[in-house]
T-cell receptor
Framework: GNSVTQMEGPVTLSEEAFLTINCTYT??????LFWYVQYPGEGLQLLLK?????DKGSNKGFEATYRKETTSFHLEKGSVQVSDSAVYFC?????????????FGQGTTLQVKP | KAGVTQTPRYLIKTRGQQVTLSCSPI?????VSWYQQTPGQGLQFLFE???????NKGNFPGRFSGRQFSNSRSEMNVSTLELGDSALYLC?????????????FGPGTRLTVL
């Protein structure tokens, strides 16, 4: 079945450091891929998405590229801020799915220190 | 445009009781999905409703049920509560759901079962 694997956390960085959170997936066909962020005590916010190979999703300085050949969708940001501290989830909807079943990775906690 | 709202935000119940959670989607959205979030199992899909019909169901026991009304508002019900049902229950809405469509999450209902 479809699945998502994220790098284990927590990831601890200093402010202005470069961020990479790895995400790989297993899916048939061409899934649509998403990154969500969850701040303490809140629900999930959509950060970015991509729907086809080589698509780059971007938002608020975060980027991720849909790599079909490596089945990956790694999240990157050039310079993190303390306010980016949160839990990040990679997710997919299966390529043949006509329903809203999001499959999530286990989440990666990011801590940014001033 | 108002976001997804969920009520109540917090709930404390005892084992054996039942509970009903409510979700109001973004205006115009017809798909509503429910997820359970726990520290051990992460984010798991419960079910999705579209135009008052259950379109997909996750791997949860029959104690978990839901419905959707003609105005797209949705409720989920858990009967005969168990300690393991303690979790954050998240609702997400989407225009039509399915591949490529973003899902927007509410703040969640935190259920504690004593």
């Amino acid at each position: 079945g479809n699945s998502v694997t994220q790098m284990e956390g927590p990831v601890t960085l200093s402010e202005e450091a470069f961020l990479t959170i790895n995400c790989t997936y297993t899916a048939t066909g061409y899934p649509s891929l998403f990154w969500y962020v969850q701040y303490p005590g809140e629900g999930l916010q959509l950060l970015l998405k991509a729907t086809k190979a080589d698509d780059k999703g971007s938002n608020k300085g975060f980027e991720a590229t849909y790599r079909k050949e490596t089945t990956s969708f790694h999240l990157e940001k050039g310079s993190v801020q303390v306010s980016d501290s949160a839990v990040y989830f990679c997710a997919l909807i299966g390529g043949r799915s006509n329903t809203g079943k999001l499959i999530f990775g286990q989440g990666t906690t990011l801590q940014v220190k001033p | 445009k108002a976001g997804v709202t969920q009520t109540p935000r917090y709930l404390i119940k005892t084992r054996g009781q039942q509970v009903t959670l409510s979700c109001s989607p973004i205006s115009g959205h017809r798909s509503v999905s429910w997820y359970q979030q726990t520290p051990g199992q992460g984010l798991q899909f419960l079910f999705e409703y579209f135009s008052e019909t259950q379109r997909n169901k996750g791997n949860f026991p029959g104690r978990f049920s839901g419905r959707q009304f003609s105005n797209s508002r949705s409720e989920m019900n858990v009967s005969t509560l168990e300690l393991g049902d303690s979790a954050l229950y998240l609702c997400a809405s989407s225009l039509v759901g399915g591949w490529g469509n973003e899902q927007f999450f509410g703040p969640g209902t935190r259920l504690t079962v004593l």
